[in-house]
């Protein structure tokens, strides 16, 4: 299936964590510029055990100020707000905290918005008519390092990255056996999948995935996913 890579919604315990690490609420900032839908989003999050709202922005640069002090596990983010919006917002905090992982909220999923946000280094896109469970689920996914995508939005991303394109030379960045493991975590496996394929450890796993995250200085699969298509180290065509 084209859009395999991605996982819709899906969730795996967070990476290289310690038991009191694990047992730690996902902290979340929710940035949006109407106060309504804030509201609604926290009651949502808060009724969650495992979730916890540590603050909220109504536009870019109070989530940048907010990203700062508090620094979350995970911002939702709204792409329409005045002043910066969720596109400069989004690559401004990635650029300070590349570990911070970002889920876009919004009502658009236009290609021009989709894929500025992505290159903005955004984990997740999730669209506003989202079931209460798909934005648990994403949330849940994003703070575990995992993607988070619609199908539809998925799709937009692979089709736009299927093409034949000059590979640069993975040996500059990852390890041979982190390609390895890069490339079968793009086909959507699970960390438990992984290591069966590859006759390793998931721990061995973790580790490879926090190696090629420290690497390619990113924070979600999603980003490690896109990074590799478009250097040519992974082919969108047959995954």
Known sequence: MLFSVFLWPRYAAPMLHTENEAARPITLLLVD?????????????????????????????????????????????????????GIEATKAIKAEQPSVGVLVLTS??????????????????????????????????????????????????????????????????????ELEVLRVAASGRTNKEIARDLDISPRTVQVHLANIFSKLGVGSRT?????????????????
């Open 33 to 85: 510029d109407h106060p309504v839908v804030r509201k609604g989003t926290r009651e949502l999050l808060e009724g969650e055990t495992d979730l916890r709202v540590v603050g909220e922005a109504g536009s870019g640069e109070e989530a940048l100020a907010q990203a700062r002090s508090l620094t979350p596990d995970v911002i939702l983010m709204d792409v329409s707000m005045p002043g910066m919006n």
């Open 108 to 177: 658009y999923d236009d290609d021009a918005y989709v894929f500025a946000l992505l290159e903005a280094g955004a984990a997740g896109y999730l669209l506003k008519n989202a079931s209460e469970d798909d934005l648990l689920g994403a949330v849940r996914a994003v703070a575990a390092g995992e993607s988070a995508l619609h199908p539809s939005i998925a799709r937009k991303v692979l089709e736009r990255f299927s093409v034949a394109s000059t590979p640069t030379p993975p040996e500059d960045d990852l390890s041979p056996r």
């Open 223 to 239: 980003e490690a996913v896109l990074h590799g298509i478009k250097r040519g180290w992974i082919d969108p065509r047959t995954l």
